[in-house]
């Protein structure tokens, strides 16, 4: 009995411990970050705009019918799903100007950063940026790799329906030492909505029942669904040859474009916020480069010429891949279920592919560029 006693005491103190740990923290208090570890001078610059609007998420097609597509009340960044990529080097300051012209409080948090002035400190007094606020804070990069960003609600409240609905995006830290390849941003995500039907008029919302029982409409990739796909399958309802395709061809549906034998770069994010992305080029082998190598300046090797790479919800990973022939190759959530509902993209490797026929907000300015997002016109 005194055993019994002894065990429900301590474990009653671990469980006061944790939770005035939580209580006393700056997510929770609101008290803002020190920022002990603020950098200067800043080097590169880069502004998000916080904010809610309607968002298309499916094309009109035989999987999604009806006119006018699917849309969402949307939460995003920049006003769109997802976020922009933010490309810096590694041992850049990175100054961040955060606008909330939304009506909701928003927060950022940068998977990138480490210690709360480097990851949350884009806040404040308060701890959160509310609506009309602008908060400007820095990110030292010193970590090589890619990185999920979101809002994280209002400190941390909500947070589930903030990602859900749109308000993510990558970070890429290219490290000291790096080889030339052609580099692009993919971010997959999913959205749970209460009611989905044709047209903006019909916008959807989030419904957090669907998010519990993890059942997504569809998976977005950039934040669209079958956004870079033409057609699937050849004669099984509803994927029909002879229907409607799921987008238009080229150029009105652009293609990931490679050369043959060319080496790719590809910053996979997982914004979630549930799932795994069990991540596969059909055709192709796949180099996994996570984490931190040797001395600190290149990133680490975990998979070479291998066939399939997890990626956890609120995960990155960099992976290359070099498409040996001509033809179409395709990129998928290996999840069948999630490729059903729009988790794949295509890949075409052709000797006209050029260095910048990237489809549009894929590009990542590359080591040493004085760009930070994809803003080509």
């Known amino acids: 009995m005194d055993s019994l006693i002894h065990r429900t005491l301590i474990s009653g103190l671990v469980i006061i411990a944790l939770i005035g740990g939580l209580v006393f923290s700056p997510i929770f208090t609101g008290q803002k970050a020190e920022a002990a570890n603020s950098c200067q001078p800043i080097t590169k610059s880069v502004k998000l705009i916080a904010g809610e609007t309607v968002v298309k998420v499916a094309p009109d097609n035989p999987v999604t019918p009806g006119a006018g597509g699917r849309w969402i009340h949307a939460m995003t960044w920049n006003g769109m799903i997802p976020g922009p990529v933010i490309s810096v080097d590694q041992g850049d300051c990175l100054g961040i100007t955060v606008e909330n012209h939304g009506v909701a409080i928003h927060t950022l948090d940068f998977h990138a950063g480490n210690g709360p002035s480097n990851a ?3 806040q404040d007094a308060d701890g959160v940026i509310k609506p009309g606020e ?3 804070c820095t990110l030292k990069a010193d970590t090589p790799g890619a990185f999920m960003y979101h809002c994280a609600g209002d400190k941390i409240l909500g947070i589930w329906e903030h990602i859900a609905n749109g308000m993510y995006g990558g970070i890429v830290v290219h490290p000291k030492v790096e080889t030339k390849a052609k580099e692009f941003y993919m971010v997959f995500g999913e959205i749970y909505p209460d009611s989905i039907k044709p047209g903006k008029a019909q916008a959807a919302s989030f419904d957090l029942t669907r998010l519990k029982a993890d059942n997504p409409e569809y998976i977005l990739t950039n934040g669209m669904a079958f956004k870079y796909v033409i057609k699937i399958g050849t004669v099984v309802p509803p994927f029909v040859l002879n229907g409607p395709p799921l987008n238009p061809p080229p150029p009105a549906v652009q293609f990931f474009n490679v050369k043959p034998g060319e080496l790719t770069r590809w910053y996979i ?3 979630g916020p549930n799932d795994d992305v069990a991540f596969h080029f059909i055709s192709g082998l796949i180099s ?5 190598g040797p001395g600190g300046n290149q990133l680490g090797t975990q998979l070479t010429n291998d066939e399939t790479w997890n990626i956890p919800a ?3 990973s960099v992976i290359e891949s070099t498409f040996p022939e001509k033809g179409i190759y395709v990129g998928v959530d290996h999840s ?5 509902k729009g988790g ?3 890949v075409e490797a052709k000797d006209t592919s050029t260095a910048l026929d990237h489809p549009r907000g894929t590009w ?4 040493g560029s004085t760009h930070v997002t994809d803003d080509r016109p």
């Open 120 to 122: 949350i400190g884009c």
């Open 134 to 136: 602008t908060v400007t």
């Open 269 to 271: 994010v997982n914004a």
């Open 288 to 292: 996994v480069h996570d984490g931190v």
């Open 314 to 316: 609120g995960s990155a």
């Open 336 to 340: 069948m279920k999630d490729v059903v």
């Open 344 to 346: 794949a993209f295509i």
């Open 364 to 367: 990542v300015p590359p080591t």
